[in-house]
């Protein structure tokens, strides 16, 4: 609405990369739209860096919302017009920009180059203010296990949400809090966190925001053996990412699935969800979720018979050197090792 309110007053204003970075961020949060938000900020990006005189700010906030797109996305096909216009950027430029593309679109393959100052950016996060920095570095962290030395900082970030500051970022920030709860055993710290987060979505529209939390309730019922709670959020979660885009969203849902069926010994079924996040041997391109699957596909693929693909999988995590992420993937991966004798 507001885009075509500025349309009225100006006639190229659809076209300006500040309103289309706008608009795409209203169909993001709002309704989901990946593709059409893609559609919309890729031309106008491409518009910008075809001008010489374009300005590196604004391109690198656009950026940022491009990286947001294509990341709830999760297909390698919508990333190569953000990395042309990354290179576009001068260094001073594209640093905090840089650092999430390195963790965030394909850590497997990206993250370690950007390890260093993910940690250094982590350990200068007490004397961080702007919660819009505060939340990139966190999500940096997400898929390489760091989000626990985040917590401090998205605490202050919910705290001044709750209090009249910033809702977008509070809400965030509950999600990744809520999901760093879950991964070290607070469960019921974890449902707590992502509910108040389900709670200021609705209440503000911020629907994207909430299905990352949908995730993390999904997973804690499923291994709490609460099957039938887990099929009914994951449902609601592939219906509404097939019918948005939302790959990303709906490979959540395929790994919580998978964690219900392990726990109920439906190893078959485990094998199929996995395989839907990755097939068995390879780490698929800009599909992060794939990091998750080592344990749980060799654990399926054994049981299932499928002892070939269960090696290859660890081959290809070895291959990839994941292992030098993060504490938790190199006791994964070792754990997975020991199952998988060649």
Known sequence: ELLGDARQADP?????????AAAAVVLLTGDGEVDAAHRLLVAAVEAEISDPTADDVELEEALFTLLFVCFFGSRAELWPPFYRALSHLTPSASGALGLSAATFPDPARTALAGLAELDRQIAGLRGEQNPTELLWIARAAFWVDRVSECRPALWRIVESGRTGGAVASALSALVHLGYEAFSTGRWDEAIDLV???FAGCDA?????????????????????GDVEVSRRITDQMTRWAVSHSAHLVEAFACHARAL????????EAAYAQLVSITPAGTLASHVPTALWTVMDMVEAALHC???AEAVAHVHAFQEANVSALSSRLALNVAGATCFTPS
């Open 204 to 224: 503000h529209g911020y629907h994207l925001l909430q299905w990352s939390g949908r995730y993390t309730a999904a997973a804690v019922a499923a291994l709490r």
């Open 260 to 267: 219900a069926a392990l726990g109920s010994r439906d190893y």
């Open 12 to 20: 190229h204003a659809g076209s300006s990369l500040a309103a289309a």
């Open 305 to 307: 018979g499928h002892h």
């Open 195 to 197: 509910n108040e987060g």
